[in-house]
């Protein structure tokens, strides 16, 4: 409304100035969510960038960035839309690292024009990761059978309740390399020509913003508020553009939150616990 306003009045009644629209992304990218625990995803994200894209005024969009990675398919679905709103309303994208952008949320950095970090961020983690646990011998110990008939040999591939196969461990780290590949074109496709030729660059490992800046990975060392004002003028303006929120101040929890009462919170707060947990070990992969 109130850029609507402003564009309303003469320009010679117009505040001299440029306003910049900023997007915070910060999380562990997971499908779903819930109000007590909101993800980063592209549910939770498109009517963010939908708001920012649309000023008309503004020469450049500035996304914060600080995620430990998660989901690939929501990292690559959110770097996505940014460069599709990007080609269709002529912005350019400039994005900034704040503690880190690793995996997931590196490749959700990919879609900045320019990619500035601070000194001291956490930045690459170019790989793919898979994890679980087991517990055969638990098991036996609690004295619990475990039944389970299936229609076709491999649906119960990598079962946590099962000895683990070489082979269902060779097909998952085929799935992995796949993903990887994916994952290293996009690094090549949006910063090949600035990239050193370090083959540690796609091993997984991560390095501080001054380092990823020698290989690459990044194009400057700075923060927003600084780096914009240097660009656009001491008189920018950075407008945070923010989730909506409820009637009673709380923020609209995003697609596939339970409903019911009783049982439905119960299994918010179960899913929220075991999401905690993820999330956790995500950024403690980091030292955060």
């Known amino acids: 409304m109130a850029g609507f306003m402003k564009r309303l009045l003469p320009k010679r009644f117009r505040k001299q100035g440029v306003t910049i629209p900023v997007v915070r992304l910060h999380g562990a990218i997971m499908a779903g969510g ?3 625990r909101p993800m980063l995803n592209i549910a939770a994200v498109a009517p963010l960038l939908e708001r920012a894209f649309a000023d008309k005024e503004a020469p450049a969009i500035a996304i914060a960035i600080n995620s ?8 690559r679905l959110i770097y996505q839309r940014i460069r599709d709103l990007a080609v269709e309303k002529n912005k350019r994208v400039l994005v900034f690292v704040e503690d880190v952008a690793a995996s997931g949320g590196y490749m959700i950095a990919l879609a900045g024009d320019e990619i500035i970090a601070d000194p001291t961020s956490i930045v690459g983690s170019i790989g793919v990761v898979s994890g679980g646990f087991g517990f055969t011998e638990l098991l036996e110990k609690v004295g619990i059978e475990r039944r ?6 491999n649906k119960v591939m990598l079962d946590p309740f099962q000895p683990e196969k070489e082979k269902d461990v060779t097909y998952l780290k085929s799935l992995q390399q796949e993903i990887h590949g994916v994952f290293t074109g996009m690094v090549k496709a949006r910063r090949g020509h600035l990239l050193t030729d370090d083959a540690e660059i796609f091993s997984g490992l991560f390095w501080t913003g001054e380092r990823a800046r020698a290989l690459g990975l990044v194009d400057g060392l700075g923060d927003m508020r600084g780096e914009l004002k240097r660009r656009y003028g001491e008189k920018t303006e950075l407008r945070l553009v923010s989730a909506s929120r409820g009637l009673l101040g709380r923020r609209q929890p995003g697609v596939g939150l339970a409903t019911g009462i009783g049982s439905g919170l119960a299994l918010s707060a179960v899913a929220g616990l075991a999401e905690a947990a993820e999330e956790k070990a995500l950024w403690g992969r980091f030292g955060l």
């Not at 389970?148 to 040999?153: F, K, N, R």
């Open 148 to 153: 389970i008939y299936t229609a076709g040999e």
């Open 34 to 36: 819930s109000a007590f």
């Open 68 to 75: 430990p990675g998660g989901s690939p398919v929501q990292s």
